[in-house]
């Protein structure tokens, strides 16, 4: 695709500035982009998250987050041209060692919950450090505009990853699991659902939240070692994700477990320093009050929105 090919190269040439030039850049670039991207989805969210925050600590964390937001769109132009030297130097991992004591004792399947915090994209470079003994996955969501999803692909799986899209995850990693090979599956479980696949609710940031429980529900079903990943950012352009063990075998304890104690970790984690969280995304806008209403339209029969006449995002 011509288009593609020309998109890359140009952002392949901007990948080749030095990283204080493209910080400062993104500095210039959060200031005129505060004014006018989601301001609104953005406040709104830092308000209700945070009610017991003053004004100037929601206008601080604001401005923090709009630095970070644009840090990662130069940090993923980035990617393009870094070396494997510099990007196994700039993103560490910590724990990996707990993921290859399971493969040796004959577990294969290990997941990662990961979430929208600091640079998830950068987070595929796993695979450098886990060779040669195992192989890391995403799940993606294809993007609406094929060129971005084609650079992000290229992005995604340039360390040597595998890419699932996101309505194949189940069946994919049953043909993963055949292999029989060590693979970890990263999943960013933070998104907003769509009412069609809303099944729990789970106290999140002050919100009673609609949450995904596809990761626990197919770790259940595939014994799939689960983690939960802790992303931290020693200073800029450098970050580390270290690897907390949940649970070796999901199904021994009870549903859901496992997903409210990957939201209590990631608050957790948000409130130590909210900056780092994408806060553009309408995330509280499917309330557990119209789930309820819709749900029962639904076992009476009735017709409800469809999600794809939704857009919200």
């Known amino acids: 695709m011509f288009t593609y090919k020309l998109v890359k190269g140009i952002l392949w040439l901007v990948s080749l500035l030095p990283f204080p030039v493209l910080y400062a850049f993104s500095d210039l670039c959060s200031l005129i982009v505060r004014q006018f991207y989601r301001k ?26 709009y ?30 060692d707990e993921i290859k004591k ?4 004959g577990q294969t399947l290990h997941f990662l919950y990961l979430s929208h915090f600091g640079n998830w994209e950068w987070l595929s470079s796993i695979n450098y450090s886990m060779q040669p003994w195992g192989t890391s996955g995403q799940i ?5 505009s ?18 699932i899209k996101m309505r194949e995850t189940f069946r994919r990693i049953l043909q993963l699991r055949k292999e029989g090979k060590n693979y970890t599956i990263g999943f960013i479980s933070d998104q907003q659902p769509k009412w069609s696949s809303i099944h729990h609710f789970v106290p999140f940031l002050n919100h009673e939240t609609a949450v995904f429980i596809g990761a626990e529900h197919i770790a259940r ?13 020693p200073k800029r352009g450098y970050y580390h994700l270290e690897i907390v063990p949940m649970e070796d075998h999901p199904a021994s304890v009870p549903e859901t477990t ?26 509280w806008s499917r309330t557990k009050e119209e789930w309820l209403k819709r749900k029962g339209m639904r076992d009476y029969g009735q017709d409800t929105m469809d999600d794809d ?3 919200d995002d």
């Open 258 to 283: 496992l997903t409210d104690r990957y939201f209590e970790l990631l608050e957790a984690d948000i409130k130590e320093h909210p900056e780092m969280w994408l806060w553009t995304h309408k995330r």
């Open 102 to 105: 399971r493969h040796e004792a």
């Open 40 to 65: 609104k989805v953005v406040r709104e969210n830092l308000r209700t998250a945070f009610p017991e925050k003053s004004v100037q600590e929601l206008k601080d964390i604001e401005r923090k987050f």
């Open 67 to 96: 630095r970070q937001f644009c840090d990662n769109f130069i940090e993923d132009i980035k990617m393009l041209s870094m070396s494997k030297e510099e990007t196994m130097r700039r993103m560490t991992f910590s724990g990996l």
């Open 221 to 233: 079903k595939v014994d799939a070692f689960m983690m939960y990943g802790r992303m931290s950012r």
């Open 140 to 144: 993606y969501h294809p993007l609406s």
């Open 309 to 311: 006449d939704e857009n």
């Open 146 to 163: 094929d060129v971005m999803d084609e650079l992000f692909i290229h992005l995604r799986g340039q360390y040597g990853g595998v890419n």
